[in-house]
């Protein structure tokens, strides 16, 4: 029985599948590299000196996946694959509309076909928007606003309709707060396309010298410092959640939701000299205007997955930057160096 990545080759997938091998689970991996690199499966592979099948396909792509389905005898599916972008999500939002939604259903579909009624699916906090209480618990309204975050929700809804239609489905969403760092080796870690959205690749590349500073996105909202405070969570911390969603997947109810977070807020600031220290490298700043759409203040209450998952954050900011740096530091253009250096071999 092997359990099914989508979107293995990508930041949190591949550090999923880490942990999913050291833990003894076969994997099989499906990701279209839309948003990663093949490196990134060959390094998951040398750490766990394990290999295991990636097919390079894309989930909407149904008779390619009941190919996959059909050949590997599936128990459970972990479902990354999607975009990501808040702001180009904006801009093009119908690509994100089709992409997203589109692909879960493909999805959901196939399994349905092949009676594999598994799923974990990766939601975001996103889907709170403009929370009204702090901490966030899973109980709090919904309400996204940007597009990326509405198909986040629209799926999650989908899900729901899904398990209430049909008992058979174990359905585990999981709404992750800010996913940083990287795999303690330093081989596998968050390898942003041009210029990084996220506070922690944009510090990281300031600290490598790729970028000149850090524009801080307003000092005036109410927090500690007045800068925007966030629920940072470590990526291995997030994976083994994930190993623990899917434990449980089979004795609790068909549906369930889960805050993946650390339940404790940093600002900008904060983040900021945590890096420093990890570094020892000074990360130039300036204080900007707010991002549109930012809120101030969002962490996690994280009582639910602690009590019903039995899991707990175990990193804290240092071991979030200290893990960065080195990924950022040995892997200064992220995977695309040895890319290069393979094609000219
Ligand atoms: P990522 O972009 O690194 O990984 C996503 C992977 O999915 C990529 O490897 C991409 O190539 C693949 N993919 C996308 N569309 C596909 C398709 N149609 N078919 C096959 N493969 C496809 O992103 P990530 O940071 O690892 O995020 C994983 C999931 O977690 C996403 O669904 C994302 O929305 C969600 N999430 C991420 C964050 C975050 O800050 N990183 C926060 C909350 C939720
Ligand atoms: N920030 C800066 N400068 C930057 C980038 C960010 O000051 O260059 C600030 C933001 O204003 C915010 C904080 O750093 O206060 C964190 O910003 P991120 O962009 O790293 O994270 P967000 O919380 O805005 O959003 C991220 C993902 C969303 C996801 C959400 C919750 O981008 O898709 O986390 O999981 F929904």
Not at 290 to 304: E, Q, S
């Amino acid at each position: 029985m092997a359990i099914l990545v989508t979107g293995g080759a990508g930041y949190i997938g591949s550090h999923t599948c880490v942990e999913l091998i050291q833990a003894g689970y076969d994997i099989v991996v499906v990701d279209n590299l839309c948003n990663s690199h093949k490196e990134a499966i060959h390094r998951v592979s040398e750490l766990t000196n394990q290999s295991f099948t990636t097919y390079h396909i894309d989930l909407m792509d149904r008779e390619l996946l009941e190919l996959v389905f059909a050949k590997h005898d599936i128990e459970a599916v972990i479902h990354f694959a999607g975009l990501k972008a808040v702001g180009e999500s904006v801009e093009r939002p119908m690509k994100y509309y089709r992409q997203n939604l589109y692909s879960t259903i493909v999805l959901c579909e196939v399994m349905e076909k092949f009676g594999v009624y598994q799923l974990i699916f990766s939601s975001s906090a996103t889907v709170y928007g403009i929370p009204k209480q702090m901490p966030i618990d899973e109980d709090a309204p919904l309400g996204a606003i940007n597009p990326y975050g509405r198909t986040k929700q629209m799926i999650e809804q989908m899900l729901q309709d899904l398990a209430h239609a049909n008992p058979h489905w174990r359905i585990s969403l999981l709404r992750y707060f800010n996913p940083v760092g990287a795999h303690e080796s330093g081989r596998i870690g968050e390898d942003p396309g041009g210029v990084p959205n996220n506070l922690l690749p944009f510090i990281a590349q300031v600290a490598i010298g790729r970028r000149k500073e850090v524009a801080v996105f307003g000092n005036d909202y109410d927090t500690i410092d007045g800068t925007g405070v966030r629920d940072y969570i470590h990526v291995v911390d997030l994976a083994l959640g994930h190993l623990k969603a899917l434990s449980k997947l089979s004795e609790s109810s068909n549906l369930q939701v889960y805050n993946l977070g650390t339940g404790r807020g940093y600002s900008v600031l904060e983040m900021i000299a945590a890096y420093e220290k990890a570094s020892g490298r000074k990360i130039p700043y300036r204080i900007a205007s707010r991002r549109p759409g930012d809120i101030g203040l969002c962490y996690a209450n994280t009582a639910k997955a602690n009590a019903e998952l039995g899991w707990r954050t175990e990193r804290g900011i240092d071991e979030m930057c200290r893990d960065s740096w080195r990924w950022q530091s040995m892997n200064p253009n992220g995977y695309k160096q040895e890319e290069v250096f393979a094609e000219q071999v």
